[in-house]
């Protein structure tokens, strides 16, 4: 698997993307400001001064804060996927499950993204409305619903796996000439970073 794989989960869907869905459908989960980003962007700037003096390993975590804070600011750029509408990320990774599996019915879109139906239900409405997917009856079972995508929301996913290459390409030139035991070790060390974090909870 390659390594841009560990850094942005594309392989699968984490499923706490999903807790604000789950929790409540009405409200979008917060999205960070421009202001935001900029503020915390100089804040990592100082912590990296300070980090040069403590222990080995305040580097490492400051220049991935960094990388974090980059990836927001370039999903605020790209929140359309060249089309007319803004697609959140639960909206964008919906359209992702679907474009995988074509005529997919509600529930097991659900059980697909590890969801409830009711949360599904939410999501395709949204979607609907902005002209990204459609429902339609199956036509072995007419009381189920098989999902699909409207050229917009084919166009959307085109876009959504560009930018995924395009952060490919970038990771390949970041790692330069480093031979496949140095690349499997970087890898390995984001794959335990990212399940200690995974067990972590904010109280």
């Known amino acids: 698997m390659p390594l841009c ?3 942005l989960s594309f392989a699968a869907i984490d499923k706490k993307v999903w807790k604000p869905y789950q929790n409540d459908m009405k409200n979008d ?25 403590a222990t080995r390993s305040a580097p490492v975590s400051i220049s ?40 997919i019915h509600v529930g097991g879109l659900a059980e ?11 999501l395709l409405r949204r979607l609907e409305r902005k002209g990204l997917a459609y429902k339609a009856k199956d036509p072995l079972k ?9 050229e917009k929301g084919k166009a959307a996913h085109k876009q959504h796996m560009d930018f995924h290459s395009q952060l490919d390409c970038m990771v390949d030139d970041a790692m330069g000439t480093r031979k496949q035991d ?10 335990k970073l990212l399940a200690r974090l995974n067990t972590v909870e904010v109280k």
């Open 5 to 7: 794989s560990h850094l």
């Open 29 to 53: 989960c917060h999205k960070k400001t421009t202001v935001e980003l900029r503020i915390q962007k100089s804040m990592i700037k100082t912590l990296g001064h300070a980090a040069a003096h």
């Open 64 to 103: 991935l804060l960094g990388i974090v804070t980059r990836f927001y600011e370039l999903e605020r750029q790209c929140s359309k996927f060249s089309t007319d509408v803004d697609i959140h990320l639960a909206e964008i990774h919906t359209i992702m499950a679907i474009h995988n599996n074509e005529g």
């Open 112 to 122: 697909q993204l590890g969801v409830t139906k009711g949360s599904v239900s939410e």
């Open 142 to 150: 007419m009381t189920r619903l098989n999902v699909f995508l409207t």
């Open 182 to 191: 140095e690349v499997t070790d970087i890898a390995d060390f984001l794959e």
